[in-house]
């Protein structure tokens, strides 16, 4: 009796331990790296253990280069298409389209189904990076944990449950659109150190790879008209040697900014002339906030602190 008493407990405690150790290894959290104001994490893709992936929401799918893709996916089947552009536009120059493919990529326990962009040389890619759009992630082993939860404070990426979250003191942004970037609605105050200000409604690209609070796209007519009517003077953005960074970003001198709930003081706003852009008003980028911030697909929120 005592034999069979001890067998059971044993039998118990290596369960627990397995269980333990299956849950302590799922890779659904991860920890983030702050890189000249772009968040990186590594990860287990396809795999292949430790790659670097940039945290991103502002790019229509994956970005990876020739090489780290032969290197990683080669024994991947991808739908290829053919119509593929030759070139994606980002604030910082045009990067070149080397092939569009569509497929399924594993991340640790989540998982990516889209499109599959493999590039040249890219202005803030190294040849190993990797870009993910982190709102495109599911959750393989958990379906009712589908929140992308982004910890800024405590520099973490996770996907929750939405049962497990608080969000009583937080606010929300209602996402109007989805892919493939997160759209969401806002009203933007704007107050610069030569006494002009002035409000601006409309719709927003909420970019977790841009490294400035607000890019505002010069291109867009509302745009266009409230800063010239509001009279906000606007300048060459430059590095802090005094060097223009590119031709096709200024920047607006304000003292203090608020998207929703959101202010941001002491900080220069971005505009950039780089996208022909009409229908959004600019890019949001993490560094808006300093909490957590919530992608919430099911129910169409960004939720932040």
């Not at 302590?24 to 983030?32: E, P, R």
């Not at 000249?36 to 430790?50: L, Q």
């Not at 906000?232 to 970003?249: H, L, P, V």
Request: aromatic letters at 14%; proline letters at 3%.
């Amino acid at each position: 009796m005592i034999h069979k008493r001890c067998t059971i407990q044993y039998m118990f405690l290596f369960l627990g331990m397995y269980l333990y150790s299956s849950s302590f290894c799922a890779q659904t959290s991860f920890k983030l790296s702050k890189e000249k104001g772009f968040y990186y994490f590594d990860a287990t893709v396809n795999g292949h253990e430790n790659i670097r992936l940039l945290a991103e929401s502002g790019i229509p799918g994956i970005l990876i280069s020739e090489s780290e893709f032969e290197r990683l996916f080669n024994e991947c089947q991808f739908e290829k298409i053919d119509s593929a552009p030759a070139e994606i536009v980002n604030q910082l120059g045009t990067t070149q389209v080397k092939q569009l493919l569509k497929g399924k990529i594993r991340i640790g326990d989540l998982s990516y189904r889209g499109s599959i962009w493999v590039v040249g040389k890219h202005k803030i890619l190294s040849e190993t990076d990797i870009a993910i759009p982190i709102h495109r992630l599911k959750n393989e082993k958990d379906s009712t944990a589908y929140v992308i939860q982004l910890d800024f404070k405590k520099n973490m990426l996770d996907m929750v449950r939405e049962s497990s979250i608080d969000k009583s003191k937080m606010k929300s942004f209602k996402i109007v659109g989805y892919y493939p970037k997160p759209i969401f609605e806002s009203e933007l105050f704007v107050s610069d150190k030569f006494g002009h200000y002035g409000r601006l409604s409309g719709k927003f690209i909420l970019d977790l790879g841009n490294p400035m609070p607000l890019y505002l796209f010069y291109k867009n007519p509302e745009v266009k008209k409230f800063l010239s009517e509001k009279e906000f003077k606007i300048i060459y953005a430059d590095d802090k040697k005094g060097n223009i960074i590119t031709a096709s970003i200024y920047c607006l001198d304000a003292n203090n900014y608020k998207i929703g709930e959101k202010k941001v003081l002491n900080i220069p706003i971005a505009i950039t002339t780089a996208f022909n852009i009409t229908e959004y008003l600019g890019f949001v980028g993490p560094s808006m906030f300093r909490g957590r911030v919530l992608i919430d697909e099911k129910n169409d929120l960004i939720y932040y602190e």
